[in-house]
């Protein structure tokens, strides 16, 4: 895949969307590579996203999974882990569940991955495993949930995964 704004997944998801597989796919240049975005007015269940033996070269966001989305077509690197208030539960709030990621590489990237929930709907069940990512800003987390196994985010500012509220991101060799 070459430019633009990768796979993407949603933003209208009020009528849910099932297992989404990503599979041995090379991309190179571009704002995103493999996003989901939604927002509370818009949502439903969503996932699980499969993501395996895929490989990006100079895509600004190799990852992103946010469920506050409004229109912007990537991210922007600022108050990406900033709280945000806790709304009701509604009929169109957002659950994302099973972001699985596995044997994954990028290189020239702007942020490694941007995992951003909602304080009333973690994303949940994320999954890392076999991740290497070289990035100016590493992964951005908020309101998240998951495992990160055998992952090397290399952010040439900051560190490796930078956690805002509730980001639980458990990590394992």
Do not use: C
């Not at 990503?22 to 240049?29: A, E």
């Amino acid at each position: 895949m070459l430019s633009g704004h990768g796979i993407s997944v949603g933003s209208e998801t009020a009528n849910g969307i099932g297992q989404v597989e990503v599979l041995k796919v090379k991309f190179k240049d571009g704002e995103n590579g493999v996003r989901i975005k939604s927002a509370r007015d818009r949502g439903n269940k969503i996932g699980p996203l499969i993501v395996d033996k895929v490989e990006m070269d100079n895509v600004q966001t190799p990852i992103l999974v946010t469920l506050t989305y409004a229109g912007q077509s990537g991210a922007a690197g600022l108050g990406l882990v900033d709280p945000l208030d806790k709304e009701e539960i509604s009929a169109t709030t957002p659950y994302v569940k099973g972001v699985r990621i596995t044997n994954f590489k990028a290189q020239n990237a702007n942020i490694a991955a941007l995992l951003s929930g909602l304080p009333e709907s973690h994303v949940l069940e994320v999954y890392f495993e076999n991740v290497e990512i070289e990035s100016k800003l590493g992964i951005q987390a908020r309101y998240v949930e998951g495992t990160i196994v055998n992952t090397k985010i290399k952010a040439q500012e900051g560190e490796g995964i930078v956690r805002g509220p509730e980001a639980y991101l458990k990590e394992a060799r």
